[in-house]
């Protein structure tokens, strides 16, 4: 049973409860972006010990919450006694001129409509409480289940962008809120 800060709670939605992480998060978070899907689509952040998962909690979500208002969330199941199933979050890149929105499911969570439940609850928080105009998406070309939902969510794609030197070419994705 995973216990619930209400205090980090930003929005429920008929399954899930999503909620701000914290330092606490670190063995989810973990778990999470060493998935093989996220290994693969999203990228190997070298996070490979708690200790390293804490860091990049503190240095990139915590700092996120702080500068911007708005970053990773965790998502938690509310049937299965608000077990954590994957994140949905708000980001801003420096080689985008707006915010984008991500998400990951934990291998046994995915195909089950939860990437889309929780990303179309953030979209309206972007809109309506942190007054983001116009959102983005990045992924692989490759990422279908990704590109699907952003299709689903609206977005359509843009251009092609290389926002790292080695030369990685990925989709954005973007629409008006
Ligand atoms: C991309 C990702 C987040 C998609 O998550 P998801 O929860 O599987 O996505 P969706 O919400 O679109 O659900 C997928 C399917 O579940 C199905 N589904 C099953 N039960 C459902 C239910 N009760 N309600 C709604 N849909 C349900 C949907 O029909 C949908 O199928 P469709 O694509 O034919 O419409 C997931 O594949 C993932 O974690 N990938 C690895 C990380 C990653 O690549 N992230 C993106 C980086 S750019």
Partial sequence: ???????????????????????????????????????????DRGI????????RIKDSVLTSYD?????????LLKTENNQLIGSCGLYKREY??????????????????????????LLRIAKDEFNINRIGAITLPTNQSSIGLLKKLGLVYEKTVIPFDDGEELFLFAKDL
């Fill in 1 to 43: 049973m995973q216990s619930i800060n209400s205090k980090m709670v930003i929005a429920q939605t008929r399954r899930l409860v999503i909620s701000k992480m914290s330092l606490d998060d670190a063995p989810f978070y973990l778990e999470l972006v060493n998935s093989p899907k996220w290994l693969k689509y999203i990228g």
């Fill in 96 to 121: 985008l001129d707006y915010p984008d929105i991500g998400f990951a499911m934990l291998p046994e969570y995915e195909g089950k409509g939860y990437g889309y439940e929780s990303s179309l609850e």
């Fill in 67 to 75: 500068t911007n208002g708005y970053g990773a969330y965790k998502l």
């Fill in 48 to 55: 490979k010990t708690l200790e390293d998962s804490k860091k």
